[in-house]
T-cell receptor, first 117, second 112 residues
Framework: AQTVTQSQPEMSVQEAETVTLSCTYD???????LFWYKQPPSRQMILVIR??????QNATENRFSVNFQKAAKSFSLKISDSQLGDTAMYFC??????????????FGKGTKLSVKP | KAGVTQTPRYLIKTRGQQVTLSCSPI?????VSWYQQTPGQGLQFLFE???????NKGNFPGRFSGRQFSNSRSEMNVSTLELGDSALYLC???????????FGQGTRLTVV
């Protein structure tokens, strides 16, 4: 069975600073995807960034980037130039890739990020 | 392009009642998944439907059931409600080959 662990229940960062959220996972699968989702107070779950396990290059999306360490089963999210709108719960998620079909999303418990002015 | 729509947004039910939640996926998406979110257990997978067939199921009791219609809209039903069923129920849709899941805003169910 796959598990996802986020060891930081809460974090805070000053506006314009950089913050890194940690995530580790456990799986025996070789093909899978990893995601970071953001859930603001509106409750809408929004995809921030995704990483295919077979890609060695770390994914980036504007101010968001990941540090994917496959051997260590680590997948951290770095937010640069933090903005007030980044305040939200952040969930790390895993999804196995079984050939042509994908499994369900397995989520960590989340990290509550507060960006302070 | 319309997003994933869940109705109703809020619901209050009494123990022992049953409830039906609805999810309309993004046009063209054939997969619909349901998740339960609670403060204690976090986000847990309920089930996934694809082309009207249940493709995957999480570890929930049989009181939780679902179905998908030919237009890909999905409903989930919870019978004999318990206090512990109070949660945010999230629906997500995706295309067959697209791994990205798009979520709706959820239905907040309160059981009293």
């Amino acid at each position: 069975a796959q598990t996802v662990t986020q060891s930081q229940p809460e974090m805070s960062v000053q506006e314009a600073e950089t913050v890194t959220l940690s995530c580790t996972y456990d799986t025996s699968e070789n093909n899978y995807y990893l995601f970071w989702y953001k859930q603001p107070p509106s409750r809408q779950m929004i995809l921030v960034i995704r990483q295919e396990a077979y890609k060695q290059q770390n994914a980036t999306e504007n101010r968001f980037s990941v540090n994917f360490q496959k051997a260590a089963k680590s997948f951290s999210l770095k937010i640069s130039d933090s903005q007030l709108g980044d305040t939200a719960m952040y969930f790390c998620a895993f999804m196995a890739n079984y050939g042509g079909s994908q499994g369900n999303l397995i989520f960590g418990k989340g990290t509550k990020l507060s960006v302070k002015p | 392009k319309a997003g994933v729509t869940q109705t109703p947004r809020y619901l209050i039910k009494t123990r022992g009642q049953q409830v039906t939640l609805s999810c309309s996926p993004i046009s063209g998406h054939r997969s619909v998944s349901w998740y339960q979110q609670t403060p204690g257990q976090g986000l847990q997978f309920l089930f996934e439907y694809f082309s009207e067939t249940q493709r995957n199921k999480g570890n929930f009791p049989g009181r939780f059931s679902g179905r998908q219609f030919s237009n890909s809209r999905s409903e989930m039903n919870v019978s004999t409600l318990e206090l512990g069923d109070s949660a945010l129920y999230l629906c997500a849709s995706r295309r067959n080959s697209n791994t990205e899941a798009f979520f709706g805003q959820g239905t907040r169910l309160t059981v009293v």
